[in-house]
């Protein structure tokens, strides 16, 4: 019969296809060559070779700890701004009311919970709803108009419009969606300082954009050179670059420095004048150590108010976080960005970016109000807030203070004084005689000579920095950043003692 015919038919192609599938020659894994090659350029030295050799040795520690053979039991973190691994505790009041917001039953604890953390708490579950749901897009309406509140009154009654207010996932997600619009192609050109953090190097290389680096002065602070930004804008202009973007990071990473204003007033000379967007990185705002802080947006403001035909088409982005400051909140992050003289048709597609990540992490953004407004002077919480918010400054100043003291001892090293934010900058200033050795140690090992002295530093104290080629710096110059986070004085004894004999051990002539 037909059908029989068939089905026989059907039975044995099945037999050929399966025979034909079970015998296929598995095809290969991707390799470098086959992905972006935009994420293999992007580099990231924070989180780079010297930290990945410091996670080496931590994981050598925890699992021999008895006889690892290292001459230190303890990886010192100074490499990364990251206050809590560094046993910075977290503020009461964040934690108090995140707790609530976490498990709303605990409204009711009245024996553990002071009046005021829930009263913050039910006012927030009122405005945002659960911390689990998607909030809206740009973030929630309430907390983008606390945001506004604190940055009028922080710059002195200029007002910040609730509306030109986004919450990002830390600084990090305003950095991304910001370079991301402005990369229009591979001739899209960003201002960066040298030596910047390297997430805007990253971040440019990640949109296949053109990192223009502008050099700090290390003689003068770390100031700003309008002349030499005026002539590298020309110059790149005249080379068929269009400068999108003007970076400034103040207080400064890796440097601690704070700009003058008058610096700042040229910059914003410059942004008008061009009509380049200033991204005015501020995430250190709070991390200052003598008087107080002033933002772009406040210059700016002032600007506009006296001259107002010049000014009012500047562009600004200013960016905060809840990373830095006393927060140190890095693993739940918060952040948000302030965007002024932006046509709302870019502001416009900034939102869209911030709806396709559908919205940033909603206990973030209740970080970020618990930061901007915190318990006030009769608040049953303000106390305590007090003390732990000025023991943090304190010990901050403190470990800067001596972090310079001890560096500017040492021989063969510079250093400028701290100012604010949380790093150290300095300079290895070593003879000719002790950078011919490094230089032909260097080229052998395909290293740089900072990263020769990080890596030893590291290998004989267990203290964990950065190589200053990581943030950029002058050709012939070296440097190292570190933070002055990790507590107590020991370890920078410890690096006393290295450096001595780090130096003793390459001036010998025998070696
Ligand atoms: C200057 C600067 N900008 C932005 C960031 C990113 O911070 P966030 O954790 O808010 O993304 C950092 C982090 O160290 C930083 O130093």
Not at 43 to 49: D, L, N
Not at 291 to 312: A, T
Request: glycine share 6%; with cysteine.
């Amino acid at each position: 019969m037909l059908s029989n015919k068939v089905c026989k038919l059907h039975s044995t192609h099945a037999k050929v296809l399966l025979r034909l599938y079970s015998s296929f020659n598995p095809a290969e894994q991707l390799t470098i060559r086959d992905i972006n090659p935009s994420t293999v350029e992007a580099k990231y030295a924070v989180r780079g070779k010297i930290p990945i050799i410091a996670d080496g040795l931590n994981e050598l520690i925890k699992h021999d700890p008895s006889s690892h053979g290292l001459p230190f039991q303890k990886i010192v973190n100074a490499n990364i701004g990251n206050p809590q691994q560094l046993d910075q505790q977290p503020l009461t009041w964040y934690r108090q009311v995140l707790s609530i917001l976490q498990y709303p039953e605990l409204l009711n604890q009245k024996e553990i919970f002071p009046k005021d953390v829930r009263e913050r708490a039910k006012i927030l579950l009122h405005h945002i709803g659960s911390v689990g749901a998607y909030s809206q897009s740009q973030g929630a309406p309430y907390i983008r108009q606390s945001i506004a509140e604190f940055i009028t009154k922080r710059d002195k009654g200029f007002i910040s419009d609730a509306n030109n207010i986004y919450l990002t996932s830390g600084a990090s997600t305003a950095v991304s969606y910001l370079l991301q619009i402005l990369s229009v192609d591979s001739n899209s050109g960003f201002l960066i300082p040298i030596p910047q953090y390297p997430l805007y190097t990253a971040t440019i290389a990640l949109n296949n954009a053109k990192p223009i680096g502008y050099y700090l002065d290390e003689s003068n602070n770390w100031s700003t050179n309008t002349k030499e930004l005026r002539e590298l804008i020309i110059d790149n202009q005249q080379k068929g670059i269009k400068i999108k973007s003007l970076v400034v990071i103040n207080p400064g990473n890796p440097t601690g420095a704070i700009l003058s204003t008058q610096d700042m007033i040229e910059l914003i000379d410059l942004a008008a004048e061009y009509g380049i967007v200033l991204i005015a990185d501020e995430v250190y705002q709070e991390n200052i150590f003598k008087g107080d802080f002033i933002s772009f947006k406040r210059v700016l403001s002032e600007l506009i108010e006296k001259n107002h035909d010049l000014y009012h088409k500047v562009q600004l982005a200013s960016l905060h976080s809840t990373s830095k400051g006393v927060s140190g909140e890095c693993g739940q992050r918060g952040g948000y960005m302030e965007l002024v003289g932006f046509k709302s048709e870019v502001k416009d597609i900034v939102f869209k970016l911030a709806s396709i990540n559908l919205c940033s992490v909603v206990s973030g953004q209740a970080l970020m109000e618990l930061m901007i407004n915190p318990p006030k002077e009769g608040d049953e919480s303000f106390e305590l807030y007090k003390k732990e918010t000025d023991s943090i400054h304190y010990d901050l100043q403190t470990r800067a203070e001596a972090l310079y003291n001890a560096f500017n001892q040492m021989e063969d090293i510079n250093c400028d004084k701290p100012m604010g934010a949380m790093y150290i900058f300095p300079k290895l200033n070593f003879d000719s005689k002790i950078y011919h050795k490094l230089f032909s140690r260097a080229k052998n090992s395909n290293l740089q000579i900072d990263d020769i002295y990080c890596i030893e530093l590291l290998e004989h104290t267990g203290i964990c920095c950065v190589p200053g080629n990581g943030f950029g710096q002058k050709r012939d110059t070296y440097h190292l950043r570190t933070t002055f986070l990790p507590p107590g004085k020991e370890w920078i004894d410890r690096w006393t003692k290295f450096h001595k004999e780090f130096v003793k051990k390459y001036k010998d002539v025998n070696m």
